[in-house]
C-alpha cells in the first residue's frame, strides 16, 4: 500500500492528548486541542428560510397543510402531528412577543466574544406558533437584566452585512423604535438610533456628596497614576483608544485609554467614546482598586454604559486592577 503524504508534514502535527509539566515544583496539565478546522456544509431544504433572510429581509416558517400550525422556523417538510401531511412556506410577520426572559451573555468564548454582550431568547413572531431562538439587543446602553423579559413585545432587525446565517437577524424591544420602524418590514441595524441612548438621571450632590467626591477622586487619580506606571497593567490596554466621560454625583470627569496610556482628567471631552454614570463615585473606585470587579457593578446595574459593545472596555479596566495588585504582590 502506498502511503500519500500529507499536505502538512508529521512533525508539525502535535499528539493528541495530555501531559504534566513541572514548574517551580509546580504540576500544570497541558492539553493539546484542535482549535477549529473549515469545512463546507449545506443548508439544505433549510436554504428557502436563509436565502429569504439575506436576500429578502423576510421570514419565513410553515405551515401545515392540514391542522395549519405554523412552525418558524420552518424545520418540518411534514408535520409530524398529521400523519405527515406536507407543510408549505409562509411569511410570517417581523415583530413577535418574548416567550421566556432571555438570559444574557457578557463572557462569550472568542467565536461569540465580537457580539457580547447579548441576550438569547425565544420569540413567537405573529402568525407563528412555536418560538425562534434569536439574539437580543437594546438601544438603551448595555444591556442588563429586565429590559427585555418574557412578555416584551421585540421586533426582528436585520444586518446590514448578511451572509444567510441566524446571525444575520437580531431582536430589539419595539418600544425603543417609533411605529413607522415597527412596521416597516426588513428594517436594517443601520436604520436604527444606536448613539442616543437615555442617560440614568444623577440626584443633587449635597456638599457632603461633593466632599466624599473629591476625596475618592483624588484617590483614584493616584491609582491611575499607578496603573499608568505600571507594565504589567499597560499591557491591559495596548492598542486600545478611548475616552470615557464619567458622570457621578458629585462632579464628572475622564478617563482616557491610549495604546497603554491611562490618565484621568478633570476636563469635559467633547466626543467622547462613551459615557459612563455611576451614582457613587466610590463603586469605580473600588472597582479599579480591584475591590470587586467593574464588570460586576455593570451587571448589578450600578454603573451604567452608554453602548452595550463598551462592555470589552470595562472589562480592559478590571484586568489593569488585577494586573495592578498582582504585580505589586511579587
Ligand atoms: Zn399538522
Given at each position: 500500500m502506498i502511503k500519500k503524504k500529507k499536505v502538512i508534514d508529521e512533525i508539525y502535527?502535535?499528539?493528541?492528548?495530555?501531559?504534566?509539566?513541572?514548574?517551580?515544583?509546580?504540576?500544570?496539565?497541558?492539553t493539546n486541542d484542535a482549535m477549529y478546522t473549515f469545512f463546507r456544509r449545506t443548508k439544505g431544504e433549510f436554504s428557502a428560510f436563509f436565502l429569504a433572510l439575506k436576500n429578502e429581509k423576510r421570514l419565513l416558517g410553515c405551515k401545515c397543510t392540514k391542522c395549519g400550525i405554523v412552525r418558524v422556523p420552518p424545520f418540518l417538510t411534514h408535520c409530524p402531528d398529521c400523519n405527515f401531511a406536507p407543510t408549505e412556506?409562509?411569511?410570517?410577520?417581523?415583530?413577535?412577543i418574548m416567550n421566556s426572559t432571555p438570559p444574557i451573555t457578557y463572557f462569550a468564548t472568542s467565536l461569540f466574544q465580537h457580539m457580547a454582550p447579548y441576550g438569547r431568547g425565544r420569540v413567537i413572531f405573529k402568525g407563528a406558533d412555536t418560538a425562534m431562538s434569536i439574539n437580543l439587543y437594546t438601544t438603551t446602553g448595555i444591556l442588563v437584566p429586565g429590559i427585555i423579559t418574557k412578555?416584551?413585545?421585540?421586533?426582528?432587525?436585520?444586518?446590514?452585512?448578511?451572509?444567510?446565517?441566524?446571525t444575520d437577524v437580531f431582536c430589539v424591544p419595539a418600544v425603543e423604535l417609533a411605529q413607522e420602524k415597527i412596521?416597516?418590514?426588513g428594517l436594517q441595524e443601520s436604520e436604527i438610533d444606536w448613539e442616543t441612548p437615555?442617560?440614568?438621571?444623577?440626584?443633587?450632590?449635597?456638599?457632603?456628596?461633593?466632599?466624599?467626591?473629591?476625596?475618592?477622586?483624588?484617590?483614584?487619580?493616584?491609582?491611575?497614576?499607578?496603573m499608568n506606571r505600571n507594565e504589567s497593567a499597560r499591557k491591559a490596554i495596548a492598542g486600545w483608544k478611548r475616552g470615557i466621560q464619567v458622570k457621578t454625583r458629585g462632579g464628572q470627569f475622564a478617563i482616557m485609554i491610549d495604546d497603554g496610556d491611562i490618565k484621568l482628567t478633570e476636563s469635559v471631552v467633547s466626543s467622547p467614546d462613551f459615557i459612563m454614570v455611576c451614582?457613587?463615585?466610590?463603586?469605580?473606585?473600588?472597582?479599579?482598586?480591584?475591590?470587586?470587579?467593574?464588570?460586576d457593578s455593570v451587571i448589578n446595574k450600578k454603573i451604567w454604559i452608554s453602548k452595550n459593545m463598551e462592555f470589552n472596555t470595562i472589562f480592559k479596566l478590571d484586568r489593569m486592577a488585577r494586573f495592578l495588585v498582582r504585580s505589586k504582590k511579587v
Open positions: 502535527i502535535p499528539d493528541v492528548g495530555s501531559q504534566v509539566e513541572l514548574i517551580d515544583g509546580k504540576e500544570y496539565l497541558i412556506m409562509i411569511e410570517v410577520e417581523q415583530v413577535g412578555g416584551t413585545e421585540v421586533k426582528l432587525i436585520f444586518r446590514d452585512e448578511r451572509i444567510g446565517e441566524m412596521n416597516k418590514n437615555q442617560e440614568p438621571l444623577l440626584p443633587v450632590a449635597s456638599e457632603e456628596d461633593s466632599n466624599q467626591y473629591r476625596k475618592a477622586l483624588d484617590e483614584m487619580k493616584a491609582l491611575i497614576e499607578d451614582d457613587d463615585i466610590h463603586t469605580l473606585l473600588d472597582g479599579l482598586a480591584y475591590r470587586g470587579a467593574i464588570t
